[in-house]
């Protein structure tokens, strides 16, 4: 199932730089994990910003909340969340 | 170059049923051909509304608005843009 | 999996009244056949708008997209989702 | 008489880690025995933040507020309430 | 039991003028009443606006929502409705 | 004349707790003053929030003002102002 | 005692082009007479916009309504207002 | 050239008192020369907020950043700006 | 004096296209004449919607409100305009 | 490729004003070769704020990120980036 899920982030001006640069390097592995078992689709990031939207397909919205909750940088993100529904054949996609 | 695009489609009470069913019979053949060609890359539909988020993969910006303005539907659409970037390897995605 | 959905209803002024008060009958009936079901699972009126709060619980994103743009007030409808997880044991819920 | 309350929890971030652990246990408990008294009715968790959706059964408006001023995350809630009216029959709720 | 009511009041133009004003004089001596019995507790004007602020007494939120439906120009009417406690002593009240 | 004034209050998380008590004290007399001199004519707490809604009486703004900016809390309140007028006779005054 | 008001015009596309010409003039006049009486002190139009911004010199709050809205384009007229209070000497005025 | 200036200060809780003080003497000082000097053409008061609206009467908008940038306040001001014109003659300004 | 001018177009459905297309040639001439003249300095079109970003080169804002209302679309633009200051030397602009 | 950008410059109180002083001058260098390459085509500041609007000249959009991301006020910006497209011939813009 998926979501939409669009990301921002927002760092503390007070906040340790090697700490944030450990944090960051647990995102980017625990993000590696998320792709690799197909749970975070895509992500893109949005230009200008600490930003980006993603796709996450998930067996339910409980998995969903777990997976967001636990990444490494999640106490600084302010996250929306979308449902999407998908559509057969694409063509009738826009529609 | 990827754009995430996201589309709402209000249609005015007032519009005949036969001239909407034709749009969106053009709409749908429309964005099949857009698709086979690699610019819509991804729609997805939003639970709830006559809505979509959508990223495209264009050459340009007046690619892009070319496209967008060309939709048989677009007269009903309110479209928001955002400018999105690439990122390589996967995993720094997220960060 | 459930669903919070927010519905805010807006009749345009020139709808026949009778058409309108057929289909308010339509949807009692319908409400009350995805009561039935276990679909919808709650809801609630807003005071002094005519605008509800709902919960619905549904297999997927899909269903509840069908189940939304199903109903007969459709067209009228201004509708939000936002997805809910579900916590055991309840008295961990609050936190 | 039912009222919806959506709750978004909000921790300063060099709030002592300590303090908050404590307050959520408290938080857990309090939780529980309003819910025990049927005056916290329901409660969801919404997907990505920490926040809830929550519906209250209470005598009066007073006694809602001396529940939601009596909470032990209360100073970090940002806490929205929405006065519900209670339908009869069920299938009449929807219209 | 006490609720902040704000109303704005919008009337289409293409409304009727002896319809409007029909239904003016039955909102006056709809108010009337209902002041009468103490519902309608308090009621002042916005400068500027076909727009007012309210209180009204009631015994639960099914009756607010029944008065505020039944009020002859509630089709034209925005509802906003804020739930109130009430507090002794008066001099407890600002804190 | 009258004015209806909505004020949201939020301390600042490293306050002191006993100025807080303070000044909390200094709040409950000042209103009570204001109340005796029939210039506060009306305060409800705003339920789930540390805000409230009031109705002055005072012979102009400028009273009104020294009056709002005299508060001892004040410093820590979101104030905003709305002119009322008032209506004769009462039965007038909801159309 | 000093308000300030913004006023934004909106004149519905169906209008007939007399008629507004019409109002327009009754408008000018009404303005005319009352800034000859010194209660319409102050108006400047926004630019780029049908819509100006202005300063009213009135009694009280009741004389405020009945000018604005007794004026000609009120009812196409969208109107916030702002009470201003005026002080002494001049140069404490911007602290 | 005239501009409608809306200024709100808002001052950090942590500020020193006396700082604060020597600053609000100097924006004293300085408005007073701004108003002698033809430039700061009104300042009201908003009622119940460390706020006022303005109108600047400026050769050109260079010259009304220099003059906004350069008040002892600025760094505590949220400023809004908006182009205004003059009308001739004055009874057709409302239209 | 430089100004940013936002300008959204919006064409009520029921607009008679032949009068649009002789509307559009005109704002074409027009545009191009303004172009000539060094009043309208650049203009974009914003990617997806009928709306373009523009700045303006006008000796002060009189003029300015004069070429925006002469638009032969103007009655279909929703506008905002944004004083800006030029600076010498340019490396000095982002700073 | 052309994109408008709006930047709006928050700098913490509690920044250290040698710092700051650094960066500038850091930003004007920066932005001054940037503008010698022919990226940043234009800027303007907007009157009465740290903020400015600018046009960039850049061959995608993840140059843009890079180039946005990498000015040493970055940390301090709140960006917008809105697409744009380049219209031939020029008098063809405005429509």
């Known amino acids: 199932m998926l979501f939409y899920v669009s990301i921002k982030v927002t760092i503390p001006p ?5 700490t944030l640069e450990a ?3 647990e995102e980017v592995a625990h993000a590696a994990e998320l792709e ?3 749970k975070w689709l895509h992500v893109w990031r ?3 910003k600490w930003a980006n939207v993603s796709i996450f397909d998930v ?3 409980t998995e ?3 997976i967001l909750t636990g990444l490494p940088l999640y106490p ?3 996250i929306e969340v979308t449902a999407l529904c998908e559509m057969h054949p ?3 996609k826009a529609v």
């Open 36 to 38: 690799a078992q197909g």
């Open 90 to 92: 694409p063509a009738a």
């Open 64 to 66: 969903l909340h777990a």
């Open 59 to 61: 067996s339910d919205t």
């Open 14 to 18: 007070e906040t340790d730089p090697g």
């Open 46 to 48: 949005v230009v200008g």
């Open 76 to 78: 600084f993100m302010d």
């Open 23 to 25: 944090l960051k390097k």
